[in-house]
């Protein structure tokens, strides 16, 4: 009976639905793997496919597919260590959430999910079977538990991996990124440990998929929830783990433990990483947004440089006779910090235009909305044309605090392919590019220093649609907009509580009929990086008529 047990853990990003470059990738780290005289080589859970699937998953040629490859990479792999990977299992007419074991060319072993979880952005209750409470795996003379991501959240399946005679567990995820998620990630695996007694692994991928980033941040437990090893977070990594056998059961060597960056740093990586693997994954490799010398655009085009370079990313100022001075001045100041193509196109004589087209139509009707949307429309129609012409893909620039309220333009400003801060609040808009200016990491891609203008910061907030327009002209101060819609959109607070916690009720109450009549506009919205809970997608379904309103 061996006294040592090497594991290397797989902290890898997949990509949705490329079954032969996932599976590569399987290969290539196994490869590693064997050089390095590993037993077990493990990867996250639905590797082979990517995470989340949603409705890709319950396509017959995908399952097919899927399955076929894992069968194949067991053949590949037959000459080294054990594989473990996440992938589809069909059995008769059902569907489960599977963990292949490969071994001497065949799978010896698949352990199904059991909890299905149904919340924020999972629909596994309507795409898979409940598989049953399983045993562990032999991988050379070592007992293994695999409780599936969701599983582990709970006490039964690993209990009964310990019960019938798993001496470590090794957990795989499909865990996405909220703020501070990573706290519940390690009670809830430190809770198992104590339950069982057993050393755990706990392994999640990375990358962005769609609107979700998957943070990685691995970890391994020994028995009493001593931290052994910690990977980092966001970053791919391979990482061989050494345990050894000793009269209290298996323990895990004393091994690297990387330090995880603040809240504020972690939102900001996932605004680059999902643009940058929403791109990759994609196809598209440049960007152009509109720079309108506001905040929220110069926030974009960081987050677009950092993640692309400079060279990729084109800003163009899009001016009306209300643009000010300071706009057009910043908007230039901003690019040229970041070293990025700075485009200024006009719109006064398309507007002009449009108006004499609509002239006749409007005669004899007071100026208002609608004329100040044509100039929004119309950025977006010359943005869009650029996108076409050149190939690349336009970014929207709207926060959490206007995507919530409506305050943006449909088929305007809200023209565009992505968004980075789509989930995030205007507040925390300040708060990032204040962090931004003084924070340079390896992974940013744009120049370290104040490369976001303190004039842009400092300004008070405006569409400038008209002269003189301010952001509060139409909106509560952004303070108290924001304190009320993160009680009201991602806490699900009464009006009631939120009067209590001190505001008016004639504020929160036009807040909350902004939110539920602005549903038709987020419904057609582009996707954005999720950095909460109640992310404007998957996390948060309302429907777009709706006459219910709170009467508390």
């Not at 339950?195 to 020994?222: K, R, W």
């Not at 643009?323 to 002009?352: H, M, N, W």
């Not at 301010?470 to 607070?493: G, N």
Request: charged residues 25%; aromatic residues 8%.
């Amino acid at each position: 009976m061996a006294d040592t047990f090497r594991l290397t853990m797989a902290q890898a990003n997949p990509t949705m639905g490329d079954l032969n470059g996932n599976a590569a990738k399987v290969r290539a780290i196994w490869a590693e793997a064997k050089a390095a005289g590993s037993d077990l080589v493990a990867f996250p859970e639905m590797f082979i496919v990517g995470y989340n699937a949603q409705d890709l998953i319950k396509k017959p040629a995908l399952q097919r597919a899927a399955m076929d490859v894992i069968a194949q990479l067991a053949v590949e792999c037959a000459d080294g260590p054990t594989v473990a990977v996440g992938g589809p299992y069909v059995d008769g007419d059902r569907l489960y959430n599977a963990y292949f074991v490969l071994r001497d060319g065949k799978v010896v072993h698949r352990h199904l999910k059991h909890h299905l979880p149904n919340y924020t952005v999972f629909d596994e209750e309507r795409l898979f079977d409940h598989g049953p409470l399983g045993g562990p795996y032999d991988v050379n003379g070592v007992r293994i538990g695999s409780p599936i991501c969701e599983d582990a959240w709970f006490e039964d399946v690993s209990e009964t991996l310990e019960e019938t005679g798993a001496e470590i567990l090794v957990v795989p995820n499909g865990s996405p990124y909220y703020r501070d998620k990573f706290d519940r990630r390690m009670s809830h695996m430190v809770a198992r440990v104590v339950e069982t007694g057993l050393p755990l692994v706990y392994l999640n991928m990375v990358g962005g998929q769609d609107d979700q980033v998957f943070d990685g941040g691995s970890f391994v437990l020994n028995p009493g929830g001593e931290l052994a090893m910690q990977l980092p977070v966001f970053d791919e990594v391979v990482a061989h783990v050494e345990f050894t056998r000793t009269d209290r059961g298996w323990r895990c060597g004393d091994g690297d433990k990387a330090i995880l960056p603040a809240g504020e740093e972690q939102d900001y990586r996932v605004c680059v990483e999902a643009l940058r693997d929403y791109m990759g994954k994609t196809g598209f490799k440049k960007v152009l947004l509109g720079l309108s010398g506001g905040i929220d655009s110069a926030l974009v085009a960081t987050i677009a440089v950092d993640a692309l370079g400079a060279e990729n990313v084109r800003c163009v100022m899009l001016p009306s006779e209300y643009t000010s001075q300071g706009s057009l001045d910043d908007a230039k100041d901003i690019a040229e910090r970041l070293g990025c193509r700075y485009d200024f196109v006009p719109i006064r004589e398309g507007r002009d235009a449009i108006t004499n087209t609509l002239a006749p139509l409007f005669e004899g009707l007071e100026s208002g909305l609608a004329e100040e949307n044509i100039q929004s429309r119309l950025r977006g129609l010359l943005l869009m044309a650029m996108s076409n012409k050149f190939g690349e893909m336009l970014l929207t620039t709207g926060n959490k605090s206007e995507v919530a309220v409506g305050y943006a333009t449909i088929y305007g400003d809200m023209a565009g392919g992505y968004n980075p801060i789509k989930d995030m609040y205007k507040t925390r808009v300040f708060e990032t590019s204040r962090w931004r200016n003084e924070v340079h990491r390896d992974w940013m891609m744009g120049p370290a220093g104040e490369v976001i203008p303190v004039p842009i910061i400092e300004k008070p907030p405006s569409a400038e649609l008209r002269p003189d327009q301010k952001d509060e002209d139409s909106l509560p101060p952004y303070d108290v907009l924001d304190a009320i819609l993160l009680m009201l959109v991602d806490e699900e607070k009464s009006v009631a509580e939120i009067v209590a916690a001190g505001f008016d009720r004639e504020i929160v109450k036009r807040v909350e009929s902004l939110v539920y009549i602005s549903e038709y506009k987020r419904f057609q919205s582009a996707p954005g990086a999720r950095l909460s809970k109640k992310a404007f997608w998957l996390d948060r379904r309302y429907p777009i008529v709706n006459r219910f309103r709170d009467p508390s």
